[in-house]
C-alpha cells in the first residue's frame, strides 16, 4: 500500500518536473521574441482617439519632426457633446514622462455639435517615425454662461508618421 503511493507521488512529480521545464522554456522563447522586438504589442494595438463624454475626438494624426531635439505635432478634431456652447477651451497635451505642451486652436468657443481644430506642435519626448507614441490630453471648459471650469481628460495612441 505505502508502495504504491510513492509510486503515485513520484509519477506527479516527474509529470509536474517534466512539464514545469517545458512551460519555462517557452516563457523564455516569449521573452526573448519580445526582447528583441520581434512580438511588438504596439504593432497590434489600433490609434486611438478618447475623451470624457463631454468631449468627442473625430479625426487626428501625428507627425515625427527630426531633431535636434526630435519632437512631435499632434493635431486633433475636438467636438462639444454637451448640447450647450463651450468656452474658453484649452487643451495642454504630454507623452508619458515628457514636457507638457499647450495645444492652440483656431477659436477658444465651440457650439453644441461643433468640432474645432487643436494643433499641438513641439511635444519634447522620445520619438520613434513610424513608431505609435500615447499622449495624455487634458483640458479645460466652461458652459456657456457658467462661471466655473469643467476638465476634459483623454488619451491619445497614434503612430507618428
Not at 57 to 84: D, H, Q, R, S, W
Not at 123 to 150: D, H, L, P, R
Amino acid at each position: 500500500m505505502i508502495a504504491q503511493r510513492r509510486r503515485r507521488g513520484q509519477a506527479a512529480m516527474e509529470f509536474l518536473t517534466t512539464y514545469g521545464w517545458a512551460f519555462l522554456v517557452i516563457l523564455v522563447a516569449i521573452g526573448a521574441l519580445a526582447y528583441f522586438g520581434v512580438i511588438n504589442p504596439n504593432k497590434l494595438l489600433p490609434e486611438r482617439c478618447q475623451f470624457q463624454q463631454e468631449m468627442a475626438c473625430k479625426e487626428f494624426m501625428g507627425t515625427y519632426v527630426a531633431g535636434p531635439p526630435v519632437t512631435a505635432t499632434i493635431k486633433f478634431f475636438a467636438t462639444n457633446n454637451i448640447g450647450a456652447g463651450m468656452t474658453n477651451v484649452s487643451f495642454s497635451i504630454a507623452q508619458q514622462g515628457g514636457t507638457l505642451k499647450n495645444c492652440l486652436s483656431a477659436g477658444t468657443t465651440i457650439g453644441a455639435g461643433q468640432s474645432v481644430e487643436f494643433t499641438c506642435e513641439s511635444i519634447s519626448g522620445s520619438f520613434v517615425k513610424g513608431e505609435k507614441s500615447k499622449f495624455a490630453v487634458n483640458g479645460t471648459y466652461k458652459q456657456a454662461g457658467g462661471q466655473y471650469s469643467k476638465p476634459l481628460q483623454g488619451e491619445l495612441f497614434v503612430t507618428l508618421q
